[in-house]
């Protein structure tokens, strides 16, 4: 069968690319269970949360080690027993638990206070202005780390809160940087 050389030009990387994924899985990503030393079959159970993959650029300079936030769940943020009339949320998409939980109060200089999980580590982060400076974006810092949340859209919705699409670029002291895009929402 002859091909229109457009069609050609389009369905040749199309298969390459198609096949350069096949090659690439591992059985344990395409089956539920593993063969164990004695040939016999057992299930394949993942106690891990999904990872959330950064959207946006991956970690560039500092001293080479990646920068790795994970979601927040509930045991990290009672733990942190954040105060504030209000809170703001950063996570990857709606139905992903949060990189970034912070709370403050309207109207008042005080510091927003909150959290974020850097690796396996919870630091402590915090940002001048409390709520009224965080709706629309802020600079969080920490030791060593300096967040920046800069939305990037309109509000994905109505009601009192709804999500605005945002980036957060981490800027670590060793001059590491990292940007994750996803969703920035504020309210009660």
Not at 29 to 48: F, H, I, Q, W
Request: with cysteine.
């Amino acid at each position: 069968m002859k091909m229109p050389n457009l069609t050609r030009a389009l369905f040749v990387p199309a298969t390459a690319v198609a096949l350069s994924l096949a090659a690439c899985s591992s059985p344990t990503e395409n089956d539920a269970s593993t063969k164990t030393a004695d040939g016999s079959s057992r299930a394949v159970v993942d106690t891990l949360p999904p990872a959330i993959k950064p959207a946006g650029e991956p970690t560039r300079g500092g001293d080479g080690t990646p920068i790795e936030l994970a979601t927040l769940g509930e045991a990290d943020l009672a733990g942190a027993r954040l105060s504030g009339e209000l809170g703001c949320s950063f996570a990857a998409d709606a139905a992903a638990p949060p990189l970034l939980v912070a709370k403050g109060d309207v109207a008042t200089q005080d510091p927003a206070r909150g959290i974020v999980k850097v690796g396996d580590a919870i630091a402590s982060i915090a940002a001048t202005g409390g709520y009224d400076a965080m709706a629309d974006g802020t600079n969080f810092f920490a030791d060593g780390l300096q967040l920046r949340i800069a939305l990037t859209g309109a509000a994905q919705g109505s009601g009192e809160s709804p999500p605005r699409p945002a980036t957060l670029t981490l800027n670590r002291a060793d001059g590491a940087r990292r940007v994750f895009a996803g969703l920035w929402q504020c309210g009660p």
